[in-house]
């Protein structure tokens, strides 16, 4: 049978090991007698389980005592709400960073509660890359500044941490969270749909300032108020107990791998080898500006687009699955994230070069 | 090695076969070389899956067609929010009736963003029965009429269907849906948390009739929308896939069981095992009154409290895991969902009888 690689954009491909692991302690987690599904939230092995994952992403992102970290639901697109209902603080405008889809999709959602100064914009040049701080229009008397990290769709990804100065800076990243150290102290507050670099769908983390929770403005649903979820460990209501043990497998494995740096050294090595392969490449092409180009989600184009139809097709007869690009962006799209191995990046690369050959 | 039962209020017990599917199935999914929890919820895969999960559940309850099912996140708490603000449509009131811990959260949360009219409630005999249709007061102006049909703390549940004439008629099932057939058309909406009968934590059904949905009121955050989530087949943002896939192997396991009418005749069966020997017994007893007696949740009493502690501490080393009644009733509480074996209410109830001959 042909090896599999998948290079969804999310859910995605998730460590072997890690799948492994949960296929064997299904039935019965460590002598429990119990499936981790099965267990309730307040007994003593769930709790072990969710205290053991907040303390290994705590230490794999050093993140620091006064930040709580929340395990929620929901998604990006709950945190869009959240953010405004609970950072305006009684303040009416916030400062948004605009590099694509994603910022799009937070700043719609936050212009219904608030006035929402976009800094900067790369849609000029249809979000292939990201305004350099010096072109950011910043509000001083903003709540909070807010931009997307990574453009899962664009794949544009900012690697440097913006000065905000007071202003509290706010970050979407959904989409290369674990995939290199981050110096959380910099930011106010991170979130992450787990879907990409941390586990199954339907798990969203929240890394947030302590003195940021007790601020939701009044008519906030209790569901959306952080305080609730600080207060209460996550634990208010019925959290989505088995994709906090699916991500805390995921922790233990990166920890053991040898953390974010050790990610960021094979993330860098994965995406070098696809994109020198693109620039050296007459047949195919990023859209992307050099100094933004993700290191999770490479959109990339080939120059005759009729042809898309075919790769995508022989892509797949090669084990080679959802490469397709975003509808808004077209092409092609590999998105390889922590648990795509290198091979993954080598099989796709010695299918593109073989594919060229036969249509260049 | 003991046989274990777990009693769990939930997550539960879910059943053994598909808990073993689930675990054959973890590392490829049908051929597809994908884990469920790596494919892309817009992939041709997962769609089917999805589809076939409603498909199911609509086979299973005899959804009506003009009713939208859900798969949502956020559990019953998120639900408390946006029923009163999808459903009041303008109107400033809304009547719930009062049966316990989970009536008394939802009118909690409503009270925020309307009028709340208690119908009727149960408070005077510490929620231990549900007043009858004939003393509700209704309010002919109301928005709709919530109630909750099985309150899983105080083990109280309603047989019957409320008549509320023109007033929709909304119910949080959450612990006893698909435990009985249901006449759905009596509802104007019907939801409930997955972690009882359905699958894992993290997941939340909601069955609406599709009159009631585009009338969510200004500045209700969009996730809480219910037009946005049925628009998009409940897609708008990454669903909580794996969840997802395990309710739908739970509908199928049912429905090979027979549907909804044999799981009522078994969890009959199963109750009525163990309220006899309550009602048989000197040394326990059950606080609830017999018509509101729970099919579910049952919630017991030693005659000698101060026994409570060696009660679990045995009842543990028996593997009868998980019978510690919630701190606001106290006692004991069985919950014998769908997936509890008649075995393991035998189980039950012999330690049972062997702790009374031990200590009567």
Chains 1, 2 share one sequence.
Not at 120 to 146: G, I, K
Not at 265 to 294: C, G, T
């Amino acid at each position: 049978m042909t090896q599999i690689f998948n290079f969804s954009a999310g859910p995605a491909v998730l460590p072997q090991v890690v799948l492994a692991q949960a296929r064997d302690e299904m039935m019965d987690w460590r002598g429990s007698g119990m499936s981790v599904m099965e267990m309730s939230h307040r007994g003593k092995e769930f709790l072990s389980i969710a205290a053991e994952a907040e303390a290994d992403l705590r230490s794999l992102m050093a993140i620091p005592d006064n930040y709580k970290v929340l395990f929620l639901q929901g998604g990006a697109h709950s945190q869009f709400s959240m953010i405004p209902l609970n950072l305006l603080r009684g303040k009416t405008a916030a400062d948004y960073l605009n590099t694509g889809i994603w910022s799009e999709k937070a700043i719609d959602e936050a212009a219904r509660f608030c006035e929402v100064n976009v800094v900067a914009s790369s849609a000029d040049r249809n979000f292939t890359y990201a305004p350099a701080q010096s072109e950011w229009r910043l509000n001083p008397d903003a709540a909070y500044v807010h931009y997307t990290s990574n453009e899962t769709i664009g794949g544009v990804e900012i690697f440097w941490t913006p000065e905000t100065g007071d202003v509290p800076l706010v970050c979407d990243m959904s989409s290369h969270i674990l995939s290199r150290p981050i110096d959380v102290s910099r930011y106010a507050l991170i979130y992450a749909g787990a879907q990409k670099n941390i586990g199954p769908a339907g798990l969203t983390i929240v890394i947030v300032r302590d003195d940021l929770i007790g601020h939701a403005q009044a008519g906030t649903p209790t569901m959306m108020d952080y305080q609730i979820h600080a207060d209460n460990d996550s634990m208010y209501n019925t959290p989505p107990t088995f994709a906090i043990y699916m991500a805390g497998l995921v922790f233990k494995h990166v920890l053991k791998l040898g953390g974010l740096a050790a990610m960021e050294q094979n993330n860098i090595v994965k995406a070098k080898l696809l994109y020198d392969y693109l620039d050296a490449s007459a047949f195919y092409s990023s859209p992307v500006a050099v100094d933004n180009r993700s290191r999770m989600n490479i959109p990339f184009m080939l120059k005759d687009a009729t042809l898309d139809g075919e790769f995508l097709k022989q892509a797949q007869q090669h084990g080679l699955l959802q490469l397709k690009g975003h509808k808004l962006v077209g092409g092609m799209r590999a998105s390889i994230y922590n648990a795509m191995p290198i091979e993954g990046v080598q099989a796709l690369i010695r299918f593109m070069q073989q594919f060229e050959q036969q249509y260049a």
